[in-house]
């Protein structure tokens, strides 16, 4: 049987040492681990001289005398771990390694150390590439079959703790940053703007109001610690809130917490905001109120006898004066009352007179109202996927008697589609660094509920062949780019991709296909959404199917065309949900119950931008509707546009029978419709240039 010989270093090592390396393991898991962890600004080489200084001699004179016999395991040991502090986040006060409890032989050297360290500053914040530090033993076989073991200084690290050089550098600046912010941004400048999101009064800050409570916590507690303290708290609490916290001052609410701090009006640093987060057609966030602001328009309102005419409904068709409409099928005419009605009946005995088109015919808007409107008896316009930002609403007093509040005399408004919202799923791709402020996105997610663990993979061929997908994820000639890739999903968070074309002007012309790829099958089942956006639309996509390996599931193509127009052609008809909205097919031909210019130019009026609807049978709006907007209002109530903004957000539109909803169109836009029109029988099809 051999023999077994402890030695510690190059000498015998008797029964204190591994007691004492014990100790300082156990202390570490105990006192320390629980806590945050950091380095302190003390070379490694400064403590372990000094530790080797301290040495009784007694127990090692060598190591007093003859550094050529030091351990070079202990020494390692460190060089990685000697300056790693706990912080006691109650007294602020260091626990070090050498605070644990101690062995009588290596009192004095620890004592020493310890005390060293406790006067230092924090470097850096504690992370490990390496699961153990140090080495615990080793051993070494003599001739005589002797065999030594040499024991050593070692931590076995948590997982917590595990983390990249990368990550060590962030968190510097993540509390430089936090002291920064600490300084410029005030309590009440983060109370009057959590008192902002209670009302809903800026664009899309309500995900901001978590942050903002563990801000505020945040200045209430630091206005307590001393300054003898600070340092290690601005260490602390940087890990402790998080990247999100912590650089809050780099941020867009931060810049809007630093504006208001320093004085600039609420008003302006509000718009400064929105200007940064909104989309570019953001006009009206929820104004900034007092009470006094609600009660001086409230007193304005009531002078002028516009009380009444606040409550608002969806016009319907007795609403308007016939004179004021273009175009009416039969069934409307018979509503409204008009005598013309009854002479339809006599078209059966006309003459069929046959024409022939063999393409479409193109024609301008004004000529379409005057030379064919008059003789239409039915209409249909032909419903495409690019008209969804075009839904409109015809709104109407609740009361038929109520002063218009309008520039115009008729107290009509109307009100288009609020497409401004972004989806979830834009803002998970936009939370992994995927860009989405682009001309065409084609997103996918999967990984929603049960852990998925499949690799899903985007995938856009383009025109001429080439494609785009983790292989080759950029193109120089396109700019088509994979600029989300995700290979393992992870438990609980839901997994997305996203292939990007930020400007279209670089895109050939042609059809660009887009698919899912199973690339590795895990065993997830649940299949994926998938979103394409272009033009201020998203349209969505559901295989709710399992994928094979290797399988490729074809979504939807998007043609980019000689007009320089987006098309989409749904490969997954029966999953895309757009393919109703508002009650309306799309890629049909939709009867239409009449057509009307917008109220700002019914009689005598002609106020602004002139617009021109086409009311669609069976068209429901199924959105919140504004009652009106502020640019639609007289002059004298100019001084109280911030209430009547507000006073629109909060009165509902009423339900009313046969709405008059449809799609509208700005003169002051080119568009082009196509609409199919019967005239005594005779069937017609013009592509109307609006």
Known sequence: MSKVIIKWGEYLLEEYFTKQVNMMYEHFNSQMATRKLFKVDIGWDELWKLYLDNIPSKINPIYSTNNEYECSACRHFFHKASNIVAVDEETYEYITLFGCERVPELEGVFEVLDKKIAKARIRERFLSDSERLGTKED???????????????YLDIPEKYM???REIMESRADRKILEDSTSCISIDAVDTVLELIETDSIYRATEWKDVLNKFRKYLKEHENISTSNIDRYYWVKSVELGSTISKIKNLSMGVMLTDITEGMPLEDAVNKYEK???????????PILTRQMIENARQKMD????????????????????????????????????SDGIFDKLNQFVMNKNKNFDKLQEIKLNEFVEKVLPTATEVELYMSYNMGRNFVSLIAPVNPDAVSMFKWDNPFSWTYINNLADSLMKQRVKKMGGDVDVDLRFSIQWNTGR???????AHCTEPDGNEIYFGDMKSDKTGGWLDVDIIHPERNKSAVENIQYKDKSLMSRGEYLFRVHQYTYRGGNDGFTAEIEFDGRIFNFTYPFKLYDKEYVDVAKVTLNDDDQFELESMLDSQSSNQKEWNISYNTFVPVSLICYSPNYWGKNNVGNKHIFFMLKGCVNEDTANPWFNEFLNSELIEHKRVTEA??????????????SGVGFSLTQRNKITVKVISRNVERIFNVII
Do not use: C
Not at 276 to 286: G, H
Not at 308 to 326: G, K, M, V
């Open 163 to 165: 983390g990249t050089h």
């Open 647 to 660: 006073l629109s957000s909060v009165t509902s539109v009423e339900e009313s029978e046969n709405q008059l």
């Open 451 to 457: 852990w998925d663990k499949n690799d899903l993979d």
């Open 303 to 338: 002078e002028l006898g516009y009380l009444d005419s606040i409550p608002r409904r969806y016009a319907n068709l007795t609403d308007i004066n016939i004179n004021d409409i273009l175009f009416a099928n039969r069934d409307v005419k018979q509503v409204l009352g008009s």
């Open 139 to 153: 051993y070494h076989i003599l001739k005589d079959g002797t065999i030594l073991r040499y024991d050593h200084f």
């Open 276 to 286: 940064i987060v909104a989309p570019t057609n953001y006009k009206r966030p929820k």
